[in-house]
């Protein structure tokens, strides 16, 4: 039963259909012809039938991750990777939820390796060579444990003797390709995206930090924050600083907090109590950072802590009321709303450079010319547009390009080379909507000279 059900996995979509790349044969055939001959065949000749079998008895690759996190010398590792066939499937998948419960992604992953082994046989390859190139991929495909520990994409690499993928902290979109190459693209966020910025919850009772970016947000667990006392009216006060003093800041004496009215001995109370907050985080976190920081508070208490603080990059702008039961991703989300202006500074930027510099030979939305410009490392700005496709060949060595109006054989992905060449020379590079590019085409750049 269980050869039943891999062979039924492997080769149907769906319940009732055939997958495409599963050959068939004539209706007509003569079955019986040779019948007696199979019958009597050896065992291990009836192991082929079984894709997976085959698999298992010619492959010894071991799907791996590349990395936790990818750096500029996993990227240059995966972009300069070459081989005659290079698998790439990229897939948007779920952390949780009926997605996982039901195995949604693996079920998208086994058709993403169908449609590659489908464009494989197109390429003219047979099986004997597609079934021991996926192998690696139909393993992952079946453990379960794996799907069932995702993040928001997952990119995979496959080639002959390898299979390494890479758990991603944002959608890729969907992409199946096979060419020469990888396909790196879909990691160009990672790389594009630097910023980040903290939020601070602050209550009456209790503070915490968080620390966000475009992928998501996480709790930062500060050394002294929770010892920070509400009740005692002076968790921050440094005794040895003459009359209450704190650095360049006045805090109240017990006997201020005592005189006065009750709302305003609650008042000092909170700056004392803020301003030890402050003092905590300032020496364990923000010191030598110059990021924004998003307070998150009941209205009254975020102008008593600007006063209070010596962080010079407090936002303008807060998240007012009650937010310290909040979920994670409750708060992400309402803090993105205030910081989207943030995160598109970099490309406002770069945007106004070219336009500044249109009129001059430092900018070119010319194909070839930008196609050069990265690959000789003269860009240090490079737009290209989102879902846009460029597929030729430009040899290096003579400055020649020779563009193909489709992918043909022997055809190189341009489009994607003009990505990582980009960045491997330093180069920021920005995906946009055809409507935002700064010119009408698929690519322009910026020149360093």
Not at 297 to 306: A, D, H, M, R, T
Not at 352 to 376: C, E, F, G, M, R
């Amino acid at each position: 039963m269980d050869q039943y059900l891999d062979i039924t996995e492997r080769y149907t979509d769906g319940e009732d259909e055939l997958a495409s790349h599963v050959p068939v044969r004539h209706p007509n055939r003569n079955t019986e012809k040779r019948h007696e001959g199979f019958r009597n065949q050896a065992d291990d000749q009836d192991s082929r039938h079984d894709p997976h079998a085959f698999a298992e008895a010619h492959t010894q690759v071991v799907p791996e991750e590349w990395a936790p996190v990818v750096t500029k010398d996993v990227f240059a590792e995966l972009a300069n990777y070459r081989a005659q066939h290079c698998v790439t499937i990229c897939l948007p998948t779920h952390a949780a939820g009926v997605e996982v419960n039901e195995l949604n992604d693996r079920i998208a992953f086994k058709s993403a390796l169908q449609e590659a082994a489908g464009e494989l046989k197109t390429k003219g390859l047979n099986s004997a060579v597609i079934e021991p190139l996926l192998a690696p991929g139909y393993v992952l495909q079946k453990d379960e444990a794996f799907w069932r520990q995702q993040s928001k994409g997952l990119a995979v690499f496959i080639a002959d003797g390898m299979c390494r993928y890479i758990k991603l902290p944002m959608d890729p979109g969907r992409k199946v390709a096979v060419n020469n190459s990888f396909v790196v693209t879909p990691l160009l966020p990672l790389f594009t995206t630097s910023e980040y910025y903290y939020v601070l919850v602050i209550s009456k009772k209790q503070a915490k930090l968080f620390r966000a970016d475009m992928f998501g947000m996480e709790h930062v667990n500060v050394p002294g924050l929770s010892s920070v006392d509400p009740g005692s009216g002076h968790p921050g006060e440094d005794p040895t600083a003459p009359n209450g003093l704190r650095g360049d800041k006045e805090v109240p004496t017990a006997a201020a907090l005592d005189a006065g009215t009750k709302g305003d001995q609650d008042k000092a109370r909170l700056a004392v109590y803020l301003e030890a907050i402050d003092d905590v985080i300032w020496k364990e976190v923000l010191h030598d950072k110059t990021v924004p920081l998003l307070l998150a508070g009941v209205e009254y208490l975020i102008p008593i802590y600007k006063t209070v603080t010596d962080y010079k990059h407090v936002c303008e702008d807060a998240l007012t009321g009650s937010h310290e039961r909040d979920e994670l991703s409750t708060l992400y989300e309402l803090s993105m709303k205030k910081m989207a202006y943030y995160f598109e500074q970099p490309l406002k930027k770069a945007l106004a450079l070219y336009n500044n510099q249109s009129a001059t030979a430092l900018t070119s939305s010319i194909i070839a010319d930008v196609v050069a410009a990265v690959h000789y490392g003269r860009a240090s700005h490079l737009f290209i547009q989102k879902g846009a496709e460029l597929w030729g060949n430009f040899d290096e060595m003579k400055n020649e390009l020779a563009l193909h109006e489709t992918k043909e054989a022997g055809s190189s992905d341009l489009y994607n080379k003009a990505v990582s060449k980009a960045l491997l020379t330093g180069a920021e590079v920005y995906m946009l909507e055809k409507e935002k590019m700064p010119a009408d085409s698929i690519m322009a750049a910026v020149m360093r000279y």
